[in-house]
T-cell receptor, first 114, second 115 residues
Framework: DAGVIQSPRHEVTEMGQEVTLRCKPISGHNSLFWYRQTMMRGLELLIYFNNNVPIDDSGMPEDRFSAKMPNASFSTLKIQPSEPRDSAVYFC????????????FGQGTRLTVV | AQSVTQLDSQVPVFEEAPVELRCNYSSSVSVYLFWYVQYPNQGLQLLLKYLSGSTLVKGINGFEAEFNKSQTSFHLRKPSVHISDTAEYFCAVNLGYSSASKIIFGSGTRLSIRP
């Protein structure tokens, strides 16, 4: 398996633009997490899904952020409109729920909003 | 509330010296504990994990960690570090719900190795 695949790896956008980050989980993994990493706040859990259903989105910072998982092999994190303070590295991680195993991380998307 | 505390944000050590990175957790339910490593410009990868059984767990790259339930700690150790161990290390807790496991990370410890 190729692991968790995130795209794009880097994104530079202007303030006010819509940004969509994508994640393809490892086949068979039924739990998916979106994290944001910054120097100031460290690694924050934004939202996670089990079997494509959002379970906890309490970490989503504002209504400008939204996440979807339309099927077991794809998830998106959208920011609309983007702001400079959204600049961070966004990670997607997946896991097999119920087995209490570790999560496997993608390489991340480095987002810069100018 | 469940949380993970990494007591040191940065740990500088000399090459070939021993190192310990500290992690404490708080939880009212059973937990599963992990240490991850993040090299520059990369994602996180698993170093080791504690699920049950022996409280001393061994991981990759010569690292080991000991689960101490009474002290709610899961400190990471290596007897002799190498330059290549320079990275950020994260302690994590997987809350033991079977239907909706949630992984919480500590704030990370940056390990810098001096030659």
């Amino acid at each position: 398996d190729a692991g968790v695949i995130q795209s794009p790896r880097h994104e530079v956008t202007e303030m006010g633009q819509e940004v969509t980050l994508r994640c393809k989980p490892i086949s068979g993994h039924n739990s998916l997490f979106w994290y944001r990493q910054t120097m100031m706040r460290g690694l924050e859990l934004l939202i996670y899904f089990n079997n494509n259903v959002p379970i906890d989105d309490s970490g989503m910072p504002e209504d400008r952020f939204s996440a979807k998982m339309p099927n077991a092999s794809f998830s998106t994190l959208k920011i609309q409109p983007s702001e400079p303070r959204d600049s961070a590295v966004y990670f997607c991680a997946t896991q097999i729920v119920g087995q209490n195993t570790e999560a496997f991380f993608g390489q991340g998307t480095r987002l810069t909003v100018v | 509330a469940q949380s993970v505390t990494q007591l040191d944000s940065q740990v500088p050590v000399f090459e070939e010296a021993p190192v310990e990175l500290r992690c404490n957790y708080s939880s009212s339910v059973s937990v599963y504990l992990f240490w991850y490593v993040q090299y520059p410009n990369q994602g996180l990868q698993l170093l080791l994990k504690y699920l049950s059984g022996s409280t001393l767990v061994k991981g990759i790259n010569g690292f080991e960690a000991e689960f101490n339930k009474s002290q709610t700690s899961f400190h990471l150790r290596k007897p002799s570090v190498h330059i290549s161990d320079t990275a950020e290390y994260f302690c994590a807790v997987n809350l033991g719900y079977s239907s909706a496991s949630k992984i919480i990370f500590g704030s990370g410890t940056r390990l810098s190795i001096r030659p």
